[in-house]
């Protein structure tokens, strides 16, 4: 909030009473290190193609700017571990479509038992259970396992480790998280059930819909119909991909699982056949896939192998649904099993190649490096929050005009700068104000200026 006051004389009482609240003016240049809660980047309503009809959004708990800014926080905060070394995004990278290039990624005591999941889409996905083998409940349920698990982020409290709990003491005492998650839910205190909601608001809002396929699919009708912008070889694999079984029909019948538009694993899936664990014996638990969109950028280079193993090229996983083993592993899917008898789909090479050809057209461009989604901490690891504190910044004028009371309502215990400015552009600090325990701010002004603008602000750094 913003006041402005004009110390023009004859009309000083009035324009100091009246406030002028000026968000829009401010732009403060996005800088690395930086965030700028006054001028939030746009989570809450992205364009989503009209073919576009699953989202697992669950009641209460709708992407905000300001939740998903506070999720993006946290998802790069390397204090979510409990020795400050490892992210949500140590093992979930942009620059990979939020997946790991790695076969297992390294936490704090070790590294994973499967490979890292991209997260792309996951809203939009149908299966509402999270994880290779759906044991999380939900996003929200899923996204304070990893600070839980002792390899991945350490908070387990077993074993020595330190306690969710302990997580909370932690953060309760990072002044940019009180004003933080004030602002996002009315007052300071940091639950698990609050870290979850926002954690699940920014994953919910990583969406990438600016591939060739949805290009194409735009110019369309439906998703079988040929897409004009697409190769001869592209069409090919996509029929591959999308066409039903029938007596005649060359179809490798992927979109019985991996279902267009979405591309997401429909619910019921069991096992594809994959049952091999990183550190060798078996894991054939595993029922859910990631999107099949952004499994590679638009080069083709993939984002980390494929599968909850981590080892397989593209060739390799074309080449697994071509000859799926026999004997059937496991829990093996019966849609993988036609007549009882494990797959063999017979592919020649042209009909490899124009698979593989389809599943690049799915792979979109701007979710790699789109700023809302990057890590908001600087090379250092600091971070500034700038914002202002809630509700109305008042001023009252002194009988001798001259002076005047400022107040605003702040976060107990924070101190903010009471910051001044004649053109809205250069702001000085005028002085450090301390909410006191029920929130309030209040300092005493001198009015001395043509024009004075004055704004709280709280700046941190860690
Ligand atoms: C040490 C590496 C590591 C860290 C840290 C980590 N993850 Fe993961 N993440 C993984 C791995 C590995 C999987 C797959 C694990 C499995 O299925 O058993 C996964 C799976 C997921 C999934 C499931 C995606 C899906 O489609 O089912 C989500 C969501 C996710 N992580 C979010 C997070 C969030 C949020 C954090 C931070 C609080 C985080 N991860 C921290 C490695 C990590
Ligand atoms: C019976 C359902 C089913 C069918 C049919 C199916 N898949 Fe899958 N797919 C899965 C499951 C389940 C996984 C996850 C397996 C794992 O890692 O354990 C998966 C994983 C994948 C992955 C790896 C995803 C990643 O993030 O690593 C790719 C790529 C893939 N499938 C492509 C295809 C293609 C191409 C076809 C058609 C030839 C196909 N699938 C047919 C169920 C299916």
């Not at 149908?126 to 002792?150: G, Y």
Request: net charge negative; glycine share 8%.
């Amino acid at each position: 909030m913003m006041a402005q006051m004009k110390s023009v004389k004859p009309k000083l009482r009035s324009v100091l009473l009246s406030l002028v609240v000026l968000w829009s003016g401010v732009s403060v240049l996005a800088q690395d290190g930086v965030l700028d809660l006054s001028d939030l980047a746009n989570y809450a309503n992205q364009t989503v193609p009209a073919y576009i009809n699953r989202d697992n959004t669950p009641n209460g708990n709708d992407i905000t700017d300001l939740g998903a800014t506070l999720g993006r926080v946290l998802f790069y905060d390397k204090r979510l571990s409990f020795n400050d070394t490892i992210s949500c995004a140590s093992c979930h990278q942009q620059a990979h479509a939020f997946s790991d290039l790695d076969r297992a990624s390294t936490g704090v005591a070790g590294t994973t038992g499967r490979h890292s999941m991209r997260l792309i889409n996951a809203r939009f996905a149908d299966e509402q259970r999270f994880f290779w083998d759906e044991r999380a409940t939900s996003l929200e349920d899923q996204t304070t396992q990893p600070i839980q698990d002792h390899i991945e982020m350490g908070f387990s409290g077993t074993g020595g480790d330190p306690s969710f709990a302990d997580l909370i003491t932690k953060l309760s005492a990072i002044e940019e998280y009180q004003v933080l998650f004030a602002m996002v839910f009315g007052d300071a205190a940091i639950t698990e059930t609050r870290v979850q909601q926002s954690l699940a608001q920014f994953v919910r809002s990583i969406q990438s819909f600016d591939s060739k396929w949805d290009l194409g699919r735009a110019q369309v009708n439906d998703d079988v119909a040929p897409f004009p912008n697409f190769t001869a070889q592209e069409n090919a694999g996509k029929d591959l991909f999308m066409r039903r079984p029938g007596p005649g029909v060359r179809s490798a019948n992927c979109v019985v699982c991996h279902r267009a538009p979405e591309f997401d694993i429909t619910p019921n899936s069991l096992s594809n056949g994959v049952v091999g664990a990183i550190g060798g014996g078996t894991d054939t638990t595993n029922t859910r896939s990631p999107s099949l969109r952004d499994i590679m950028k638009t080069d083709g280079t993939l984002n980390g192998e494929l599968m909850h193993t981590g080892d397989f090229t593209l060739r390799e996983v074309i080449d697994h649904y071509n000859t799926i083993p026999n004997p059937p592993p496991p829990n093996l899917d019966n849609r993988l099993r036609p007549r009882g008898q494990p797959q063999r789909l017979n592919l020649t090479e042209t009909e490899k190649l124009n698979l593989e050809a389809f599943l690049r057209t799915l792979s979109g461009t701007s979710v790699y490096t789109d700023p809302r989604w990057s890590d908001p901490f600087d090379a250092q690891g600091n971070l500034s929050v700038i914002t202002m504190p809630d509700g109305q910044l008042a001023i009252t004028l002194l009988p001798d005009q001259t002076q005047a009371d400022i107040t605003a309502r702040g976060v107990p215990g924070i101190t903010y700068q009471l910051q001044q400015s004649a053109d809205l552009e250069t702001w000085t600090d005028t002085a450090d104000v301390t909410a006191n325990g029920s929130g309030a701010l209040s300092t005493r002004i001198t009015v001395d200026q043509e024009r004075q603008f004055f704004r709280f602000v709280f700046q941190t750094s860690e």
